[in-house]
């Protein structure tokens, strides 16, 4: 603790930021490599399949113009008295024209094994065709002739030749088609890989954050709660200390008290006395030593009434004497001549031989209330009620002065009566609004074994 | 009733006080129809010398070792009753005094006036009268006067007729109800229920009461 905590507190920090913000970036980053490779794979499987449709009609474009122009040929060759015969002659040449755009379509996109059989597929065409040529110029007779063995021995077999080149050709096709779904599967099996090293790498990541922000927080519960032990220990310290105080000034003070009222008003007494044995001895004629004698006499008598007040004040000798009730009274009494309030003094049941904690602090509390009555109340009239139950000493004090706010104002006076009743385990309320008057309520629990253990005497200094 | 000139008062002094007792001593034996017949220091003592040597007045403290004086005074009161006790202490609030009263005292005196007091408050207590420091009384009667006022409460004492007046002064006093019947030519018996009427009228309990009452009224002092 102390000048180091800033410099810990930013460290700390700076590692949540950097871990969180690291964590968060990658997540971003592999969800848009993810989303991209995505695309790629599917623009790609969309492209194979389409080269494969394209290729595939192509070459059923092809197959199918070559049954066409076989049946037109062996209809022009077998029928010579065709009516069309030209007409026949003309959709040969869009047939050939057809293939040849069919089959540069197909050469435009070739992978390096496609080459070769497609060559020799435009070659077989070629020579498919060029064999046709000289047969499309014969006579009827020549067609009539020659045309029968002309099919069965040219035609067919050229046109079954290119077909096969067609077929070999179909299959390559199919061949690219799975090797390019080959090629897919393979992209997505490193995809997967990728997402999985992705994946590892958040979760193990997330997983440090985790375990270093646990840690922390754990310290600093760890801490928070150390701290708090020690500003708990300290407070009670605190309390201790301060009743230790109160408790040693109540001593000094009964101590003084007595030592005022017993040993300096007595001496004074007896000096009053010797001063009145002396007066008798002295002549009477001896007039300026009987003035003497008698100015010294009412010094010693006002020196006592100093001292007989002086001890009352700083406790008063019933309270240990005769207990509780007859202190509240001579207090009530003295309040009341001092300040003019009417100050009256209600007791119940109350015990003369409390235990003397208890006596002090009803008393000191009751002392501090009429000078907060006298002080700040404005009061006319004070009420103090004592009641004693077989568990509690129930104390309360009231005026009706001018009130003010309890729940806000709260002085050394008031405080300290209230540490002195909760060290003994009371309970202290003011109930106080302004204009209605105040009440101090104080209840004291009293050990039923010690109210019944002491007697009453009057002590000795 | 004064004693005989020939016998003198005889006294027991109870003070824990050294110079206190021997300026009493000195004080006292001036006088000539005192005598000292016994010192004591402190309670129990006090309460012994008190059965040994017969005294008619015992002078005593209240702040004593072993025993205080109201103790002893209630010890004494009970033991021997025609012994007359006089407190002599340096208590001033009633609360004292109530209680010496109700143990049995006749007279409360504050020390620092016994030089000028104790003399006539022995005559009187050994006369059967009650005495008081007259600063005691100041107390009594100016404390009195400052719960009535503030209170406004009607003075109880005006409920009294002017018979019960006389009998309360008589019994303040320290007259016995004999002596009160034998005083106004009474009946022992009517001035018992008298008695008992004033006790009520002014709610209070007890002779002691009665008298710190009077005090407070200033009808003794
Ligand atoms: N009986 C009362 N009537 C009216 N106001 C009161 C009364 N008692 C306390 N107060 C108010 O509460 C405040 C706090 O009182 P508290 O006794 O704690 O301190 P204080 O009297 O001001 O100072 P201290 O008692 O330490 O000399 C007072 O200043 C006063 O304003
Ligand atoms: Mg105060």
Known sequence: ?461 | MPETATRPIRILLADDHTVMRNGLRLLLERQPNLEVVGEASDGRETVRLAESVAPDVVVLDIAMPNLNGIEAARQITASRPEAAIVILSMHSDESYVIRALKAGARAYLLKDSAEGDLIAAIHAISEGKSFFSPAISRILVEDYMRQLEQKHVEDTYELLTAREREILQLLAEGKTNKEVAAVLNLSVYTVETHRTHILQKLNLHNVPELILYAVRKGIIT
């Open chain 1, 1 to 461: 603790m102390g000048p180091a905590e800033p410099v810990a507190q930013s460290r700390t920090r700076l590692v949540l930021l950097a871990g969180f913000g690291g964590l968060l970036a990658l997540m971003a980053v592999g969800g848009f490599d993810a989303i991209q490779v995505l695309r790629q794979i599917q623009s790609r499987n969309v492209q194979i399949r389409q080269v494969f449709l394209t290729r595939n009609r192509a070459l059923e474009h092809i197959r199918s113009s070559l049954y066409l122009s076989g049946t037109v040929v062996r209809d022009y060759l077998l029928d010579p008295e065709l009516a069309g015969a030209a007409d026949e002659l003309g959709r040969l040449r869009t047939l050939r024209s057809e293939m040849a755009s069919a089959m540069d379509a197909y050469g435009r996109s070739l992978t390096a094994g496609e080459a070769e059989p497609v060559q020799a597929l435009q070659a077989g065409l070629t020579a498919y065709w060029d064999g046709l040529e000289p047969a499309l110029r014969w006579s009827p007779q020549q067609r009539r002739r020659q045309g029968y063995a002309f099919v069965q021995r040219v035609l067919l077999p050229r046109r079954a030749a290119v077909l096969d080149l067609a077929d070999r050709i179909a299959a390559l096709n199919e061949k690219e088609l799975n090797g390019g779904d080959e090629r897919l599967e393979e992209m997505f099996g490193r995809f997967r890989r990728r997402l999985l090293v992705m994946l590892a790498a958040t979760l193990s990541m997330g997983l440090v954050l985790a375990a270093v922000a646990a840690s922390h927080i754990l310290r600093l519960e760890r801490q928070s709660a150390a701290r708090y032990q020690l500003v708990m220990r300290a407070q009670n310290e605190l309390k201790e200390l301060s009743a230790r105080l109160v408790k040693a000034q109540e001593e000094e003070r009964r101590a003084i008290s007595r030592e005022l009222h017993d040993e300096v008003g007595q001496s004074l007494s007896a000096l009053l006395m010797e001063l009145g044995n002396l007066a008798a001895v002295v002549p009477r004629n001896l007039e300026p030593l009987q003035r003497h004698l008698e100015s010294i006499r009412k010094l010693a008598e006002s020196s006592v009434q100093v001292a007989r007040n002086m001890s009352l004040l700083l406790r008063p000798s019933m309270l240990d004497d005769f207990g509780l009730v007859p202190a509240l009274e001579w207090q009530a009494r003295e309040s009341s001549k001092r300040t003019g309030m009417a100050v009256s003094v209600e007791a119940d049941e109350v015990s003369d031989n409390l235990p003397d904690d208890h006596n002090t602090c009803v008393y000191r509390v009751v002392q501090e209330a009429l000078h907060n009555c006298a002080r700040h109340a404005q009061a006319h009239s004070v009420r103090i009620r004592v009641r004693q139950t077989s568990r509690h000493i129930l104390l309360s004090i009231q005026d009706d002065g001018r009130g003010f706010d309890a729940r806000r104002v709260r002085g050394l006076g008031l405080v300290g009566m209230e540490e002195r009743v909760q060290h003994l385990g009371g309970s202290f309320q003011v109930k106080s609004e302004p204009g209605r008057g105040t009440v101090l309520e104080v209840e004291l629990p009293v050990p039923k074994e010690l109210a019944a253990e002491r007697a009453p005497e009057v002590q000795n200094a």
